[in-house]
């Protein structure tokens, strides 16, 4: 079955980095777009990026972009957020998710999530 | 950006009852529209996807409805596990969008 890990979070000071990993398993990786979603303590959901299933694609919410990098390592059927810069506004819990297109350009819905990664920005 | 924009926030039904949750789109997306489901400490779950098809597993008891911008959740016979925060996703237009989430509590 789908199996999707995350790691990487932690206590950051505010304009620090942190590089999230989210491990998948149970599905062929490097044909599926993978998604970040995060969700703040209390709060709603927030997509946060997508990446193709090649990794030559991505898509990023439009207030991150220049300081969250997407990218993919489909030898090691991972996925990877870098985060720069970070503010206090980026405490939240990090999701991955498999995004449901095949082989596609294209993302869609989230069929399958990780279980989150909490990142905490404070000094 | 799409908005979307789910009521009411907080909705208080008895066991066994039907629940209707809404969700409304700042434009069309035609039938583009996922739900998901979080209960407390959990991670989300997709329950509905295009708007009207239930992912894999989803009790008959959940349907969704609805195209261009106004969507519907509904949940009839209500039971105890059905208690959590429902999300509405658009996926027609890039950035991808949330609802802020409608908290279905007992009633």
């Known amino acids: 079955q789908v199996h999707l890990v995350e790691s990487g979070g932690g206590v950051v000071q505010p304009g620090g980095s942190r590089r999230l990993s989210c491990a998948a398993s149970?599905?062929?990786?490097?044909?599926?777009?993978m998604h970040w979603v995060r969700q703040a303590p209390g709060k709603g959901l927030e997509w946060v990026a997508f990446?193709?299933?090649?990794?030559?694609?991505?898509y990023y919410e439009d207030s991150l972009k220049g300081r969250f990098t997407v990218s993919r390592d489909n030898s090691k059927n991972t996925l990877y957020l870098q985060m720069n810069s970070l503010r206090a506004e980026d405490t939240a819990v990090y999701y991955c998710?498999?995004?449901?297109?095949?082989?596609?350009?294209?993302?869609?819905?989230?069929?399958?999530w990780g279980q989150g990664t909490l990142v905490t920005v404070s000094s | 950006e799409t908005a979307m924009t789910q009521s009411p926030a907080t909705l208080s039904v008895s066991p066994g009852e039907r629940a209707t949750l809404s969700c409304r789109a700042s434009?069309?997306?035609?039938?583009?529209l996922a739900w998901y489901q979080q209960k407390p400490g959990q991670s989300p779950r997709l329950l509905i996807f295009?708007?009207?098809t239930r992912a894999t597993g989803i009790p008959a008891r959940f349907s969704g409805g609805g195209s261009g911008t106004e969507f519907t959740l509904t949940i009839i016979s209500l039971q105890s596990e059905d208690f959590a925060v429902y999300y509405c996703?658009?996926?027609?237009?890039?950035?991808?969008?949330f609802g802020q989430g409608t908290k279905l509590e007992i009633k």
């Open positions: 998710a498999k995004d449901w297109g095949y082989y596609d350009t294209s993302g869609y819905y989230f069929d399958y």
């Open positions: 149970g599905f062929s990786f490097s044909y599926y777009g």
């Open positions: 990446i193709r299933y090649d990794g030559n694609y991505n």
């Open positions: 434009q069309s997306i035609n039938s583009n």
């Open positions: 295009d708007a009207s």
């Open positions: 996703q658009q996926y027609h237009n890039w950035p991808r969008t």
